[in-house]
């Protein structure tokens, strides 16, 4: 089994930071592209940042600049800095990750349990 557990989630004020981790164990034999998805209430889940297993990222136009996400692969944890934070922020933030269990298998995305954000003063 494979597990995603995210933390640092909270409240934020406006022009803040927060740093959100996501920590991934369990039978992992590899782990490509990680990414962090938010939704917020009454909207769809959305791209926020992705990462691949070199350190290729992508972000959306909505925190570029103002975010950034990194990993370490030597923890299988994923991170995402997030400065000058903005109301519109206000979301649960999820992980992602695409892992293999062995050699043989083919990579199975995974999601995390969600930790929410509050941006308010």
């Known amino acids: 089994q494979v597990q995603l557990v995210e933390s640092g989630g909270g409240l934020g004020e406006p022009g803040g930071s927060l740093r959100l981790s996501c920590a991934a164990s369990g039978s992992i034999f590899s782990i490509n592209a990680m990414a962090w998805y938010r939704q917020a209430p009454g909207k769809e889940r959305e791209l926020v940042a992705a990462?691949?297993?070199?350190?290729?990222?992508n972000y959306a136009d909505s925190v570029k600049g103002r975010f950034t996400i990194s990993r370490d692969n030597a923890k299988n944890t994923m991170y995402l800095q997030m400065n000058s934070l903005k109301p519109e922020d206000t979301a649960v933030y999820y992980c992602?990750?695409?892992?293999?269990?062995?050699?043989?298998?083919?990579?199975?995305?995974?999601w995390g349990q969600g930790t929410q954000v509050t941006v308010s003063s």
């Open positions: 990462i691949s297993s070199g350190g290729s990222t």
């Open positions: 992602n990750a695409d892992i293999r269990t062995g050699w043989s298998r083919a990579a199975n995305p995974y």
